[in-house]
C-alpha cells in the first residue's frame, strides 16, 4: 500500500467514524439588554468583565464554542432593509454554547462559584425574564470565513 492510498483510507475511516459520532448540541439564548445601559455600556461591561468571567466556566466544563452576536441599532437598521416577514425577533443579542452533552451544561450552570459570580453578572445586563431559550442538534454546511482577504475554512 502506498502513502497516498494510506492516507485516502485514514481520512475514509475518520470520515465514517465522524457521521458514527454523537451531534453536537447548540443552546440558544435571545436576550435583551438592560433598558438602563446603552449598547456601548453593555459591549464595554461584556467585553471587559462579563467574558473574562465566563469564559474559564466554559472550558471547566468541556463548553466547546461561546459566541454572541448583537443586534446594535445599527444591524435593527440593516434588518429593516433585508426585507425579512413581519414578526422578525427584536432580541438584542443571541448567545450560543456548543456543546458535546448537555450535562457539561447543567454542571456549568450549577457550579456554586458560578451562580455566585457569573449569574449576578448577566443580571447586570440582560432582562433574564424575557430571555427565550432554544436548543438543537448543531449540523455545519458551510463555514468559509474571509478574514483580512484570505480564506480561512475551519
Given at each position: 500500500?502506498?502513502?497516498?492510498?494510506t492516507?485516502?483510507?485514514f481520512?475514509?475511516?475518520l470520515?465514517a467514524?465522524?457521521?458514527?459520532?454523537?451531534?453536537?448540541?447548540?443552546?440558544?439564548?435571545?436576550g435583551?439588554?438592560?433598558p438602563?445601559?446603552t449598547?456601548?455600556?453593555?459591549h464595554?461591561?461584556?467585553?471587559?468583565?462579563?467574558?473574562?468571567l465566563?469564559k474559564?466556566?466554559?472550558?471547566k466544563?468541556?463548553?466547546l464554542?461561546?459566541t454572541l452576536?448583537?443586534?446594535?441599532?445599527a444591524?435593527?437598521?440593516?434588518?429593516k432593509?433585508?426585507r425579512l416577514?413581519?414578526?422578525?425577533?427584536?432580541y438584542?443579542?443571541?448567545?450560543?454554547?456548543?456543546m458535546?452533552?448537555v450535562?457539561d451544561?447543567?454542571?456549568?450552570?450549577?457550579d456554586?462559584?458560578?451562580?455566585?459570580?457569573?449569574?449576578?453578572d448577566?443580571?447586570?445586563?440582560?432582562?433574564?425574564?424575557r430571555n427565550?431559550?432554544?436548543i438543537?442538534?448543531y449540523?455545519?454546511?458551510?463555514?468559509?470565513v474571509?478574514?483580512?482577504g484570505?480564506?480561512?475554512v475551519?
Open positions: 500500500m502506498n502513502l497516498l492510498t492516507l485516502f483510507t481520512f475514509l475511516f470520515s467514524n465522524a457521521l458514527q459520532a454523537t451531534p453536537l448540541t447548540m443552546l440558544t439564548i435571545k435583551y439588554i438592560l438602563n445601559l449598547e456601548s455600556e453593555y464595554h461591561h461584556l467585553t471587559t468583565h462579563h467574558v473574562p465566563v474559564p466556566f466554559l472550558r466544563y468541556n463548553i464554542r461561546y452576536t448583537h443586534q446594535t441599532q444591524m435593527k437598521e440593516a434588518r432593509r433585508l416577514p413581519p414578526g422578525t425577533e427584536d438584542d443579542v443571541m448567545v450560543q454554547f456548543l458535546r452533552d450535562e451544561f447543567n454542571r456549568l450552570w450549577e456554586e462559584e458560578f451562580v455566585r459570580t457569573v449569574k449576578p448577566q443580571g447586570r445586563l440582560l432582562d433574564e425574564e427565550v431559550y432554544t438543537g442538534v449540523e455545519t454546511f458551510m463555514d468559509d474571509d478574514v483580512g484570505e480564506m480561512v475551519q
